[in-house]
């Protein structure tokens, strides 16, 4: 473990000492994957591939330098009239300040105001005099900023050349990850990348549509209402649409600041927030979704995470990519198991499996969200597979922690009641008789009854429930005992009630040897029952299982709650339904007859 963690340790440091070489490396990566179906395109037209990758190239490196230098120029008109605009500043904050005069702003405005006095009083009476310093104001040199500039061009050089190369050898860089990795996983490699690589560019190409497209709307809306300089609002609301939740928050303090500093009336900043408050909706609930077609793969949690570490790690540089790389990360390590702990940490999928999360919240004693979780299951997978995909295996683990004594009796209780309940809950969503038509009630002379018997404790009452409830109720009806009855009462009961059908429950672990001294009793007793045992739980001994109840009498033994309910209706088919009795014979009627030989009567028996 703690090998680990120094490796993660070193891969930060290293991250953050080589930010200069690894920030213009990071941007040709991403420049790469959103250039490449581009790329791919020309290259389907006929165009070679040297002369695609110029094309795209040179294309994309003259869109980014026009908006560069309009965005430049508009900047710097920007600084030059700032001044005019002091005037209708200052009346904003006279606005501000009559709005607020005689109420609680002023009080406490003027409560500051007196504290800040007293402590400047505190400070004059301990300062002694000195001599004035004398201030020299020397004119900015274009010469201080020039290695900065030199920098940020050799950076941007360093990329696109980056990118013409990696798009040029894209396929021989991915032979060299493939012969790194090595030949005997190359499918499941080609595989990888492939995905990875289709998934990432799609991503990023759709993400700067959709943020280009707000940028736009956000640019055409503003030159609308008549905010200055409105190309320059629009590309940094395109920009800054790539950090999530704050970014177009941000784009949009910019241009309302300026439309009050500009315009003397309300109408215009009104105008300009509400421009806002329509485009991000629209963009985030409407082309996202349509564009996409699916999530980015990420979690709300832990794009925030991703945001502030990539903040810190590279400053605005890694604000601006943390979206893309933590994408580009997600993807990869959905294929990668080196990096798979990022899609557990930061992926927006499920991590534990629904009858995990259902019986961690029963272990945590909150029914509410158990219910939830159930419900959520019923309604996106269906009622019949909720018996042994979620409340089945929380009584098995309940059953299996309370023998290695980690559950006491008080929560083991509380699951099995718990479990009862949901099971009521889910009774009464279901369809119940009484709203069916009313020559729909079955005749009770002519159901199947069954008897189903636990072979141990509570969970097998409440897994026979479970079969209980997925049974047709016009042709079946099943009557559940109570648990721990010894094997000599559930002879006597079966020989009182004469039930065409017995079904056996025991829920894994435990169990076992109660329910195959039940089918040996049974078989002696009652040769003609049809025996149907239940062995549920999620245990590797299913098969050896089997093979004793069987040869302890059993005719059928099935794993889960829902083949035990199709195996007890196919059982069930195969009876002969109780004939009904035949109408009584009448008695025979005797009438007289006359002979013709003479007149002495002759009694004739008339059928």
Known sequence: MSKGWGIIALVVAALYWLQAVLIPMALAVLLTFLL????????????????????????????????????????????????RYSQNIHHRIADLRGASKGGSMEKVQKAVEDVVGEIQKTDTLGVTRQKPVAVVLEAPSILVHLPNLLQA?????????????????????????????????????????????????RYLLMQSIINGSFGVAVGLGLFLIGVPYAVTWGFLAAALRFIPYLGPFVAALLPLALSLAVFPGWIQPALVAGLFLVLEPITGSVMEPWLYGQSAGVSHVGLLIALTFWTWLWGPVGLLMATPLTVCLIVLGKHLPSLGFIVVLMGDRPVIEAKARY???????????????????VDTDGRESVYDTVLLPALYYAKQDQDRGLLNEGDA????QATREILDVLAHDAPALSEKEPGDHPDPDTLVRILGCPARDEADVLALEMVRSLLDPARYRMEVSRPGMLVAEVVAGVDQHRPALLCIGAVAPG??????????????????????????????????DREQLLAAGADCVETTVLDTQRALAQVGLTLDRPAPEAPPTPAPEIVPWTTLAGDRPTMVVKA
Not at 413 to 416: A, P, T, Y
């Open 413 to 416: 209780q509380f699951v099995g």
């Open 511 to 544: 169990g076992l040897s109660q329910a195959r001294h039940l089918c040996k009793r049974l078989r002696s007793q009652c040769p003609e029952l049809k025996i149907v045992v239940g062995r549920w739980g999620l245990h590797d001994e299913m098969d050896a």
């Open 36 to 83: 490449s179906p581009v790329v791919g395109l020309l290259q389907r037209r006929g165009l070679g591939r040297v002369p695609s990758v110029l094309m795209t190239v040179l294309l994309a490196l003259s869109i980014l330098g026009g908006i560069g230098w309009t965005l430049t120029r508009q900047l710097v008109t920007l600084a030059d009239e700032l001044p």
């Open 359 to 377: 019986y961690q919240r029963l272990l945590a004693r909150d029914q509410d969200e158990a219910i939830d979780i159930v419900e959520a299951y």
């Open 153 to 201: 061009l050799a950076s941007a050089g360093i990329v696109a050349v980056l990118v013409i190369f990696m798009l040029l050898e894209r396929r021989e860089l991915r032979d060299r990850v493939i012969l790194l990795i090595g030949y005997r996983r190359m499918t499941a490699t080609t595989k990888a990348l492939d995905e990875a690589g289709a998934r990432i560019s």
